[in-house]
């Protein structure tokens, strides 16, 4: 199993039946394509749809139909189409239970940052600022590291933040990571690899807690 | 009073140097056929107020890459290399706003009102202290409204009146900044006589609209993207 496709496989489990998620651009919107068919929860989409659903067999592909991330979907059974005030209204009143993100940097204080490398890569802000000030539970999806092998899971973020303290769960291919009022807390490990070496690959510092029942960050 | 202009004499009456507001997220509601009108005719030191760039050599993009533009006021590049390299080699200027922000500041100026108050950013490098307003023991950010000299809109269907219908994810910015430019320029491939619409059904109602361009067909600019289509 390549790393994307363990991080997508361990996100599915964090969507609870009956809620409304929206899925951010990269890793995250990929997600709905491990949902089970018959799941019952509604997607949002920024762009202005609330019960997006996966991409419709070719012939039946609508070009004036994307999620916020370009791919073709179709809509489920009582979808809604919106314009964006509408569609962030819908996020800023806090209508959205959970958001799936990626980051650039993650930190131990739940910090995120992921729309602005300055001088270097500066996609923009979308609706991430939103997303991640209002939206109930914030679940960041990441590699552990990034492609030069550094750490994006940190004491302190050193990019421009998206927004503070608004992250719960990092889900990685590596481990499942809350952010709580002592540091962050490893629930889950999704490779075979030791504490040591999962703390080598973190530069903020881990407390290993695979079996307890931590208070999450926030509750 | 019929609303409908030739293509080149609606984009003819746009001067070099004037804000535009183009609907569209990605693909769906961008009004390809104006914006490549815009281009033949050349028009230049240009603002446009887009929730995106595009995608490389494609709407928007082709006006900044052709150096038509002198500033963005957009929500999120990160699907147009092109632009990102154009940003950081400093021959455009990029205003990033929040998405739902960038909205709601259209929709104020449509709406005839002149700024709201909101906490989106307010911790944020985004806000610099003169945007906040301490008010009854609080504190928030002023966003100003956002208004614009035109509006380049795709409909899916109009009449000559200019009562607008929007299709699937295309609806997106298009009717917030049909109501927040002074003049608003739509293209549809379906132009009818009114009466084709229930009355509850219109999305736009005319009276925002100035300018009607019927389009003989949809170009491939509108079709699906390949590299989106997931095999």
Request: aromatic share 6%.
């Amino acid at each position: 199993m390549s790393d994307v496709e363990r991080i997508l496989r361990r996100a599915v489990l964090e969507i609870t039946p009956g809620s409304i998620v929206n899925l951010g651009i990269g890793l995250p919107t990929k997600v709905m394509h491990y949902l089970p068919d018959d799941f019952d929860v509604q997607i949002h989409s920024e762009n202005g749809i609330l019960g997006a659903w996966k991409q419709a067999e070719p012939e039946s592909m609508d070009p004036f139909l994307i999620d916020a991330s370009g791919a073709y979907v179709s809509l489920r059974e009582g979808a809604s189409l919106f314009d964006s005030a509408v569609s962030f209204a819908m996020i800023r009143r806090a209508r959205v239970d959970l958001t799936m993100i990626g980051a650039f940097e993650v930190d131990a204080h739940g910090n995120l940052a992921n729309w602005k490398i300055p001088g270097r890569f500066s996609p923009g802000i979308g609706g991430a600022m939103e997303l991640a000030q209002k939206t109930k539970r914030i679940v960041v999806l990441t590699t552990h590291t990034d492609k030069h092998g550094r750490p994006k899971i940190l004491e302190t973020c050193r990019l421009p933040l998206t927004a503070k303290a608004c992250v719960s769960r990092i889900i990685s291919e590596l481990a499942v990571i809350d952010v709580t009022n002592r540091g962050l807390v490893v629930r889950e490990k999704l490779a075979d690899i030791s504490d040591a070496d999962l703390q080598a690959k973190t530069e903020a510092a881990l407390i290993f807690a695979i079996e307890s029942g931590e208070e999450q960050h926030g509750e | 009073m019929k609303k409908n202009r030739t293509l080149e004499s609606a984009i003819a009456s746009i001067p070099s140097g004037a804000v535009i507001m183009v609907g569209g997220f990605g693909n769906p509601g961008t009004p390809f056929s104006l914006i490549n009108e815009l281009l033949r005719q050349g028009q230049t030191n240009l603002t446009l107020i887009k929730n995106d760039a595009n995608e490389a050599s494609h709407g928007v993009s082709r006006l900044i890459e052709n150096g038509q533009v002198r500033k963005l006021i957009t929500t999120h590049i990160g699907l147009n290399k092109n632009v990102i390299d154009r940003f950081n080699q400093g021959e455009i200027e990029v205003a990033f706003h929040p998405q739902g922000i960038l909205a709601e500041k259209i929709r104020t100026a449509g709406a005839g009102s002149f700024g709201f108050l909101t906490d989106i950013g307010i911790h944020s490098e985004i806000t610099r202290p003169d945007d906040l307003l301490d008010w009854q023991g609080k504190t928030y950010k002023v966003e100003m409204a956002l208004r614009a000299d035109f509006a380049l809109i795709h409909a899916a269907q109009a009449d000559w009146l200019g009562n607008l219908v929007y299709q699937g994810s295309a609806i997106n910015f298009s009717p917030l900044m049909a109501m927040a430019a002074d003049h608003v320029i739509v293209e549809t491939p379906d132009l009818g006589a009114p009466g084709r619409f229930s009355p509850e059904q219109v999305h736009t109602p005319g009276a925002f609209v100035d300018s009607v361009v019927q389009l003989e067909s949809l170009t491939s600019d509108y079709g699906i993207l390949e590299h989106h289509v997931r095999r």
